[in-house]
Each structure stands twice: as structure tokens, then as C-alpha cells.
């Protein structure tokens, strides 16, 4: 059994990059984002339930899911989130706990759960929770860059979220990822060279 390391963190924190960085390493990195993302693509094994539950509004014209129609349905209607969220939900686990098992060639596997605080379902398929943290004016500075939200709808999303004081609590690490790159590096190198020794006596 894989010595699993949950990661976490907000919306804009840069839980891809950190994960990246562990990925270089050595690590192997099952992110579940990724894994929602192939399943809502052209062909995703979610989307015949998906286009059952809520109709072509919802699609893109390659059958793949439309993540903004989707996401205005969500926030205009709280049953279309967690209709979404019953389909897709236990498809991710099984895809990730399935992924998991095979990363016996790496020494430790990073699991990326966006909302793992937030699910509970992940806590008992980790070892230790890693939290990417940073203030939250970068994270909503990041967030609009990229996906081009307005600061109000970034805010809303975070109010969706766990709160930072939440995922604090709730970490065995924390990586900050708000200074330089050089210094992330070296954080990151320094949880690596410890989750590997935890590995080898897990």
C-alpha cells in the first residue's frame, strides 16, 4: 500500500505548481482535478449521466461538459451542484483510489484533492494532509489573471470553500507559497526528503 500525502489548498494558492515541483522529485501525483477533467471531456465515462441529469444546455458541442453553463446552473440552483457532485464524485474516487495503488514505483504519492477539508470522504485514505497556503489577496489576484472572474465572483467561490483558519487547522504540513520560487523549491525539497523517510517506515 502507497504512502499517500494529501494536498490541498484554495482556489489560487498554487496547488498545481507545488505538485509539480514534488512531481519532479519523484513523487507520483494522482490530482483528482485532472481526473474530473477527463471524465467531463469528449467521451468522459461521466457525461452520458451528466446530459441525462440536466440536458444539452450543459454541453459543449464535441459532448464535452460546458464548465461555465455548468457552474451558472450551479450557483443559480444549490440541488444542480450536488446532483453534479453525486455523479461525478464517486467516479473520482474510484479513478484516484485505483491510480493510487499503482504508483507502487514512486516512493510516496501526492494525492491533489481541491476540496479534500471540505469533502472528509479523503481523510481516511491519507497519511498526512499538506496545505498550500497563501494570502488571500494573492489568491484572488491569481485566480482573476488566469480565469478571467471579477474579484467578486473569485470571493464567492472562496465563500464555498473551507476557510484559510480552517485548512490551518486541519494540516500536518503547510507550504507557503508566497514568496520566491527559490524559496518554494527548498520548502518543497525539505517535505520531499521527509516523506520519504516516513514512506520507508510506513
Given at each position: 500500500m502507497s504512502f499517500v500525502i494529501g494536498l490541498t489548498g484554495g482556489i489560487g494558492s498554487g496547488k498545481t505548481t507545488v505538485a509539480n515541483l514534488f512531481?519532479?522529485?519523484?513523487?507520483?501525483?494522482?490530482?483528482t482535478d485532472a481526473i474530473a477533467h477527463e471524465l467531463t471531456g469528449p467521451q468522459g465515462a461521466a457525461?452520458?449521466?451528466?446530459?441525462?441529469?440536466?440536458?444539452?444546455?450543459?454541453?459543449?458541442?464535441?459532448?464535452?461538459?460546458?464548465?461555465?453553463a455548468m457552474r451558472q446552473l450551479c450557483f443559480s440552483d444549490p440541488?444542480?451542484?450536488?446532483?453534479?457532485?453525486?455523479?461525478?464524485?464517486p467516479m473520482i474516487r474510484s479513478e484516484s483510489a485505483a491510480r493510487c495503488e499503482r504508483a507502487d514505483y514512486a516512493p510516496y504519492v501526492l494525492l491533489v484533492v481541491p476540496?479534500?477539508?471540505?469533502?472528509?470522504a479523503y481523510r481516511g485514505r491519507i497519511d498526512r494532509l499538506l496545505v498550500v497556503d497563501c494570502d488571500e489577496d494573492l489568491q484572488v489576484s491569481r485566480v482573476m489573471e488566469r480565469s478571467g472572474l471579477t474579484?467578486?465572483?473569485?470571493?464567492?467561490?472562496?465563500?464555498?470553500?473551507?476557510s484559510r483558519a480552517e485548512r490551518l487547522a486541519a494540516a500536518d504540513d503547510i507550504v507557503t507559497?508566497?514568496?520566491?520560487r527559490d524559496e518554494l523549491q527548498a520548502h518543497v525539497l525539505a517535505l520531499h526528503q521527509r516523506y520519504v523517510e516516513l514512506a520507508r517506515d510506513h
Open positions: 512531481a519532479e522529485l519523484g513523487a507520483a501525483v494522482v490530482d457525461m452520458p449521466d451528466i446530459a441525462a441529469a440536466f440536458g444539452a444546455s450543459v454541453l459543449r458541442p464535441d459532448g464535452s461538459l460546458d464548465r461555465a440541488t444542480a451542484r450536488k446532483r453534479l457532485e453525486s455523479i461525478l464524485h476540496l479534500l477539508i471540505e469533502s472528509g474579484a467578486v465572483e473569485v470571493r464567492d467561490i472562496m465563500a464555498t470553500q473551507a507559497n508566497g514568496a520566491s
